[in-house]
């Protein structure tokens, strides 16, 4: 009798803990997410302390705006793609084509669809245009940054690294403190 009460205090604690495990590998996925998801805010990721992005170039359009964020797709898309009792993955979207080549940075190819885009851009943003008299109207700086682009002799654009997600000792440490605090409470040791 006193065998089978046991047994069942040792299925109650094997099962509480199995539950408490995937409590904690959730909450691990969703402080994650968030740390990832303040690279946005912060301008740079944050492995032991924050490294801020390179700064955009592109004229007066993208002066003062925020780096990796136009429409808010690539921040939108960080997701917790899966969690089990195994452990979790967080990641991005399938569905957003660059989000590796501004995480890890690298080159593009310029093709002749790239530079007919630039020349686009370029007339958006007022480039080419004349006035009453004939002559050419100033050309703003984004104009002028297009323009140059379809010009350019260069035969690939260098992406630079913009991290955003990835290791971090900082959130190792943060999760680590975590899991270690409800370990702590679950197994009621006190720490003196």
């Given at each position: 009798m006193a065998e089978n009460r046991h047994a069942n205090e040792f299925d109650d604690l094997l099962n509480g803990y199995r539950a408490l495990k995937l409590r904690m590998i959730q909450q691990a996925a969703a402080m994650a997410l968030t740390h990832f998801?303040?690279?946005?805010?912060?301008?740079?990721?944050?492995?032991?302390?924050?490294?801020?992005?390179?700064?955009?170039?592109?004229?007066?359009?993208?002066?003062?705006?925020?780096?990796?964020i136009n429409r808010g797709i690539l921040k939108r898309g960080l997701r917790i793609k899966h969690t089990s009792i195994d452990g979790a993955i967080v990641g991005e979207d399938e569905g957003i084509p660059y989000a590796d080549i501004h995480n890890f940075g690298g080159e593009i190819k310029i093709?002749?669809?790239?530079?007919?885009?630039?020349?686009?851009?370029?007339?958006?943003?007022?480039?080419?245009?004349?006035?009453?008299?004939?002559?050419?109207k100033p050309v703003n700086d984004t104009a002028l940054f297009y323009r140059n682009l379809a010009l350019s002799k260069k035969d690939h654009i260098t992406i630079p690294k913009r991290q955003f997600i990835g290791d971090s000792a900082m959130l190792e440490r943060n999760i680590k403190k975590y899991v270690t605090d409800e370990l702590n409470k679950f197994f009621k040791v006190d720490e003196r």
């Open positions: 998801k303040e690279s946005f805010t912060n301008q740079g990721f944050t492995d032991e302390t924050l490294q801020k992005w390179q700064a955009r170039k592109g004229g007066a359009k993208n002066n003062g705006r925020a780096i990796l093709t002749v669809q790239m530079r007919r885009f630039f020349w686009a851009m370029y007339y958006k943003f007022g480039g080419g245009q004349k006035n009453a008299n004939g002559k050419a």
